[in-house]
């Protein structure tokens, strides 16, 4: 049963950067992992996604050029590079995954879920 497990979250100014990750407890590299986030008192939103065959990753417009979504399969682990921080990036960041599954936007096609990091950037 694969477990996810994020980290990296924290405080940080508007402009700076902060790398998120999410650990599998088992080997990752069959799965597609996706981020998505949550602020207060808002929906679910996708963030990014990247494949387990390869391929360019895909994000929600609002990151674009400020976020990478990157996978180190040796290290069963899937990061969340983030610059150029926005106080509306805040939100809690989960990580996703479904087996040998598609990119996807929607929630409902990733199978499991981690439990979040809090990202919070002040202005």
């Known amino acids: 049963q694969l477990q996810l497990v994020e980290s990296g979250g924290g405080l940080v100014q508007a402009g700076g950067s902060l790398r998120v990750s999410c650990a599998a407890s088992?080997?990752?590299?069959?799965?597609?992992v996706g981020w998505f986030r949550q602020a207060p008192g808002k929906e679910r939103e996708f963030v990014a996604t990247?494949?387990?065959?390869?391929?360019?990753?895909d994000y929600v417009d609002s990151v674009k050029g400020r976020f990478t979504i990157s996978r180190d399969n040796a290290k069963n682990t899937v990061y969340l590079q983030m610059n150029s921080l926005k106080p509306e990036d805040t939100a809690v960041y989960y990580c996703?995954?479904?087996?040998?599954?598609?990119?996807?936007?929607?929630?409902?096609?990733?199978?499991?879920w981690g439990q979040g990091t809090q990202v919070t950037v002040s202005s």
């Open positions: 990247i494949s387990w065959s390869g391929g360019n990753p």
């Open positions: 088992i080997p990752i590299w069959r799965y597609t």
């Open positions: 996703a995954a479904a087996v040998y599954g598609r990119m996807s936007m929607l929630g409902s096609e990733y199978e499991y």
